[in-house]
């Protein structure tokens, strides 16, 4: 049986749209990712190993402002 668990990473903001964390066993998805995303990460001790995909709801500044070389 495959556990998993779902994790707000960043919460709704004036700037920015909640990032949402689904960890399974053996992978790791994310859903928006904005502009806090990497500091928000790195405060909560949570890290990118095993992430298998990132999922945009929508492809503008509040959900992607968080990927590199943006």
């Not at 994790?7 to 998805?29: E, H, M, Q």
């Amino acid at each position: 049986m495959q556990t998993w668990s779902t994790t707000v990473v960043t919460p709704l903001s004036y700037d920015t749209d909640p990032a949402v964390l689904i960890t399974f066993d053996g992978a790791k998805y994310i859903f928006n990712v904005g502009e806090n995303t990497n500091r928000a990460f790195c405060q909560s001790q949570q890290n990118f190993r095993n992430m298998r995909g990132v999922f945009l709801t929508q492809v503008d500044s509040q959900r992607a402002g968080g990927l590199g070389g943006k």
